[in-house]
Nanobody, 119 residues
Framework: EVQLVESGGGLVQAGGSLRLSCAHSGLTFDDYAIRWFRQAPGKEREGVSCISSSDGSTWYSDSVKGRFTISEDNAKNTVSLQINSLKPEDTAVYYC????????????WGQGTQVIVSS
């Protein structure tokens, strides 16, 4: 059974930082991609970052480039998303998801972690 569990969300002031984590287990793909999405109230879900297990390549949306950093600890089966210089518009539920490659729709999703940025 594939499981993805996010953690690290919370309430933070604008300009602050958070580190989100996605602990994954049960993935049977030889290579896989872990993606981070977010969904703000009343808005569509947005893909913000992705990391590929095969070569460590990463992708960021333009809206977060330069402030978000994705990384993977293979020994711990954990993907982290470091978020710096938080803005109120970063407020959303953040989800991690797994797919075979970064540009493919995810096959598995976590339950999400809430990030609230106060101004």
């Amino acid at each position: 059974e594939v499981q993805l569990v996010e953690s690290g969300g919370g309430l933070v002031q604008a300009g602050g930082s958070l580190r989100l984590s996605c602990a994954h287990s049960g993935l049977t793909f030889d290579d896989y991609a872990i993606r981070w999405f977010r969904q703000a109230p009343g808005k569509e879900r947005e893909g913000v970052s992705c990391i590929s297990s095969s070569d460590g390549s990463t992708w960021y949306s333009d809206s977060v480039k330069g402030r978000f950093t994705i990384s993977e600890d293979n020994a711990k089966n954990t993907v982290s998303l470091q978020i710096n210089s938080l803005k109120p518009e970063d407020t959303a539920v953040y989800y991690c998801a797994a797919s075979m490659v970064c540009d493919r729709e995810p096959d598995f999703w976590g339950q999400g972690t809430q990030v609230i940025v106060s101004s």
